[in-house]
T-cell receptor
Framework: DTGVSQDPRHKITKRGQNVTFRCDPISEHNRLYWYRQTLGQGPEFLTYFQNEAQLEKSRLLSDRFSAERPKGSFSTLEIQRTEQGDSAMYLCASRRTSGRGGANVLTFGAGSRLTVL | KNEVEQSPQNLTAQEGEFITINCSYS?????LHWLQQHPGGGIVSLFMLSSGKKKHGRLIATINIQEKHSSLHITASHPRDSAVYIC?????????????FGQGTILTVHP
């Protein structure tokens, strides 16, 4: 297993365009989390999934943001009508909630950096 | 909501020095995370601890549940330790993934 993968690593887009990020978690991890990190700040929680169910969304996730995890494996985060304030690093992390050794330890992806011009 | 504060925000050290980074949080928790972030964004989980002390190589993390305080120590610091160190606590006290993050401590170790 190669860990948590995120794609693309960098995205530059013009204001008003839609963008989609993908996260492939570690295969046996049932929980998947999205965070956003702006420059000089710590990450902020956006949303998380238990398998394919989206269990919670932060108030930071406006109606322009939507996240899915259709088959309980990879997840996508889509931002519609991007604004300059959406420029940030979007981080994905996953964990498993049971099993011996390593349960509950978060594994992060390298992040997808979004620049909105 | 858990409020997480880290200090210092910036830390400069000479190679070999003992480093301490502090973290305090406002709501009782099940476990606290220490994370390392290198330039370029990748985050690595260093420790998840709920009591006492954990050690991994030159890194030591301690937590005092009653005082809602944790520290990360680096012994014999090295330039490759230069990174941002972030502590994170469960937002509602019990979650292992819905976290509130500190602002991070930027550590620079000079040779």
């Amino acid at each position: 297993d190669t860990g948590v993968s995120q794609d693309p690593r960098h995205k530059i887009t013009k204001r008003g365009q839609n963008v989609t990020f993908r996260c492939d978690p570690i295969s046996e991890h049932n929980r998947l989390y999205w965070y956003r990190q702006t420059l000089g700040q710590g990450p902020e929680f956006l949303t998380y999934f238990q398998n394919e169910a989206q269990l919670e969304k932060s108030r930071l996730l406006s109606d322009r943001f939507s996240a899915e995890r259709p088959k309980g494996s990879f997840s996508t985060l889509e931002i519609q009508r991007t604004e300059q304030g959406d420029s940030a690093m979007y981080l994905c992390a996953s964990r498993r909630t049971s099993g011996r050794g390593g349960a509950n330890v978060l594994t992060f992806g390298a992040g997808s950096r979004l620049t909105v011009l | 909501k858990n409020e997480v504060e880290q200090s210092p925000q910036n830390l400069t050290a000479q190679e070999g020095e003992f480093i301490t980074i502090n973290c305090s949080y406002s709501v009782g928790i099940s476990a606290l995370h220490w994370l390392q972030q290198h330039p370029g964004g990748g985050i690595v989980s260093l420790f998840m601890l709920s009591s006492g002390k954990k050690k991994h190589g030159r890194l030591i993390a301690t937590i005092n549940i009653q005082e809602k305080h944790s520290s990360l120590h680096i012994t014999a610091s090295h330039p490759r330790d230069s990174a941002v160190y972030i502590c994170a606590a469960p937002a509602g006290g019990t979650s292992y993934g819905k976290l509130t993050f500190g602002q991070g401590t930027i550590l620079t170790v000079h040779p």
